[in-house]
């Protein structure tokens, strides 16, 4: 059985499922006039087998165990990018990083991502999703990593949010403040100390409160928006997961996967907490909480790093083990407890999905790669549709029902992986996990993931079953490129002057550093 629709089927279901979601909408509306809050937790570099749930043998996750028991687990839900910044774009924007400008043409294929150096960042005609939540009555708060830009004039505050406490770019260092500064840590639009000094985080044994601190400022903003009644976002996004790994004094040790492990029991039971302040203040049957992560588990670190399950290499690579995210949704009393959907989603839906339940249009004239969750959230139904994967400015692969073509493959380059720089945890595919960058364009490796979610057995060229589905998907990829218009790559400059030397408020706290003369060079992107 392999029969999979055509694109104008799938308008015409299209088209049923919006009138359905629309008709839904209304009568919620009716029912109640309150716009419900929305939560992201977005965890980063944590795996899809990390999670209990989803089989693996530490089962040292029981509460998001029980979030998508009382919720619905999604094991077909995916990033829009198998890297930190791109992804997180493609999330607030709810468009590919091909669009809206998160990515580089340096280089064919490579990940760009927003290291100190960069010059880029979001640009001002990227519409963020708080920045029109506001227009719908939402209070919004970013809590923890952004990576959208450090320059001022890309940070949360200037693009919608009204709140932040975290910082820019990722926890990487400590390093000298002479050569390269320490990050800073934010609150709104003030640096308020730097990691490794008035945020520690301890090289030596992992240990930083870190996690506690972006807990207490979820559980706070929580609290203070229940009393004021007005709806609000929270962008929940700690770093913990993402190398280097850490976790607080309690939770140090306790996990048998190590460092890593205790990292994650620390996540998990942060996220308990804030779904019980949500049933606690009463708010839960109006909150909706939506749990995933950046991309997968960075297999380069070996047994210091996550699990992508039974899926194929991991973060850095357009396989399954570098896209698809452990994703979970709950709200009680709204979305029945204990489903399982095979919806094919992305993070890029939740942006739609967000604007439809605060009752908010989307951006007019702006190409959106996300569909409406809704029908899927509160009728199980299944919406048809493709979801692209890119690495850079290369449509790497798409997944369509349960087929995955890929137009082109790689892991990364001979030079790298034989310093042992390994994304696929020593898997060997033959002319799939390739360390050259393969065209198949003409005759594209075809998967079943059903029978193969671990993208180990291309489906022959010469089967009817290939020739059948390839006529589809060729027609979904050309109907794609066709109408693409990329956006202007902002991830291509760097220049040590744009360093965090002196970021706003370094006054306040005398922790302002000398920047370097500016040197604008064509940033090196290794993979
Ligand atoms: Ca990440």
């Not at 919720?71 to 198998?82: E, R």
């Not at 798409?398 to 042992?420: C, Q, S, V």
Request: one cysteine or more; hydrophobic letters at 35%; glycine letters at 8%.
């Amino acid at each position: 059985m392999h029969e999979i629709r055509t694109p104008k089927k799938m308008a015409l279901v299209g088209l049923k499922i919006c009138a359905l979601a629309l008709f839904l909408l209304l009568g919620a509306a009716a029912e109640d006039e309150r716009k419900p809050n929305i939560v992201f937790m977005l965890m980063d570099d944590m795996g899809w087998g990390d999670l209990g749930v989803f089989g693996h043998p530490a089962k040292e996750t029981p509460h998001l165990d029980n979030m998508a028991a009382e919720g619905i687990l999604f094991p077909d839900f995916y990033c829009a990018n198998p890297l930190c910044s791109p992804s997180r774009a493609s999330i607030l924007t709810g468009r590919l990083p091909i669009r809206n400008g998160f990515y580089t043409t340096n280089d064919h294929a490579r990940n760009g991502y927003t290291p100190q150096n960069i010059v880029g960042g979001i640009a001002d005609s990227e519409i963020l999703l708080p920045k029109i939540l506001k227009t719908e009555g939402y209070y919004s708060k970013i809590v923890g990593k952004w990576h959208l830009g450090h320059q001022p004039q890309f940070l949360p505050l200037e693009h919608g949010f009204d709140e932040w406490f975290g910082a820019p770019n990722c926890h990487f260092g400590p390093y000298d403040n002479i050569h390269t500064p320490n990050i800073p840590v934010y609150k709104d639009n003030k640096m308020i100390g730097r990691y490794y000094q008035q945020f520690a985080i301890s090289r030596k044994t992992g240990e930083s409160n870190l996690t506690q601190i972006y807990t207490e400022e979820a559980l706070d903003f929580i609290e203070t928006q229940a009393k004021t009644q007005k709806p609000f976002f929270l962008y929940w996004a700690p770093d913990s997961t993402h190398t280097p790994v850490y976790a607080s004094a309690q939770f140090l040790g306790t996990s048998q996967r190590g460092l890593y492990g205790d990292a994650v029991r620390e996540l998990d039971d942060s996220v308990g907490r804030i779904l019980l302040k949500l049933k606690d203040l009463g708010i839960a049957n109006n909150t909706f909480v939506f749990f995933s992560s950046d991309n997968g588990a960075a297999l380069v670190s070996k047994t210091r790093g996550g699990s992508n399950g039974p899926f194929l290499c991991g973060k850095e690579t357009t396989f399954e083990g570098g896209m698809r995210e452990p994703s979970i949704a709950w709200w009680p009393e709204r979305i029945k407890p204990g489903q399982v959907s095979h919806q094919l989603g992305t993070q890029m839906d939740l942006f739609f999905t967000a604007l439809l339940l605060a009752g908010a249009k989307p951006p007019s004239g702006v190409v959106l790669d996300g569909i409406d969750l809704t029908p899927t959230l509160f009728n199980h139904t299944i919406t048809d549709r493709p979801v692209f994967f890119y690495r850079g400015n290369e449509m790497m692969a798409i997944r369509y029902g349960l087929y995955k073509a890929h137009y082109w493959t790689w892991t990364n380059g001979w030079e790298e992986f034989h310093r042992g720089v390994n994304y696929c945890r020593g898997e060997n595919v033959t002319g799939v996990t390739t360390h050259d960058q393969m065209n198949y364009t003409s005759s594209p490796v075809l998967f079943h993931l059903g029978r193969d979610p671990g993208e180990k057995y291309p489906i022959e060229s010469s089967t009817p079953e290939y020739k059948e589905v390839m006529v589809t998907i060729r027609e979904l990829v050309s109907e794609h490129k066709s109408s693409l218009i990329p956006g202007k790559p902002q991830l291509n400059m760097c220049d040590p002057a744009v360093m965090n030397w002196s970021p706003p408020g370094c006054e306040d706290i005398d922790e302002c550093l000398k920047a370097p003369p500016s040197n604008p060079t064509k940033c090196h992107w290794p993979h």
